[in-house]
């Protein structure tokens, strides 16, 4: 079992910048299909980018392409989220995922077994 606990959420301007977290336990997940995702209420999980270890990816949703950069910290089993260029278009819960298999549908949620429970995105106009 992977445990996942996101951070660093909160409220921001329009044009600032956040970084959020994702800490993993219970399994090292340098290798595992990681990703994050957003979803605003009323509204299906949004997919935003994944990253599966050094060989594949990231792969970045056109929404966040340019703007967002996905990192690992393999030391601390961390993985992190870099948002530049905040828009308010960006305000969501913004989930971390992992699953230690590779899926070319990554960008799907049913290819993830493991969710952190989730991190609130507030940009303000």
């Known amino acids: 079992q992977v445990q996942l606990v996101e951070s660093g959420g909160g409220l921001v301007q329009a044009g600032g910048s956040l970084r959020i977290s994702c800490a993993a336990s219970g399994r090292t997940v340098s290798n595992y299909l990681m990703g994050w995702f957003r979803q605003v209420p009323g509204k299906e999980r949004e997919f935003v980018v994944a990253a599966a270890g050094s060989w594949s990816g990231p792969y970045y949703a056109d929404s966040v392409k340019g703007r967002f950069t996905i990192s690992r910290d393999n030391a601390k089993n961390m993985v992190s989220l870099q948002m530049n260029s905040l828009k308010p278009e960006d305000t969501a819960v913004y989930y971390c995922?992992?699953?230690?298999?590779?899926?070319?549908?990554?960008?799907?949620?049913?290819?993830?077994?493991?969710w952190g429970q989730g991190t609130q995105v507030t940009v303000s106009s």
């Open positions: 995922a992992a699953d230690r298999r590779y899926s070319a549908n990554y960008f799907l949620v049913g290819s993830y077994d493991y």
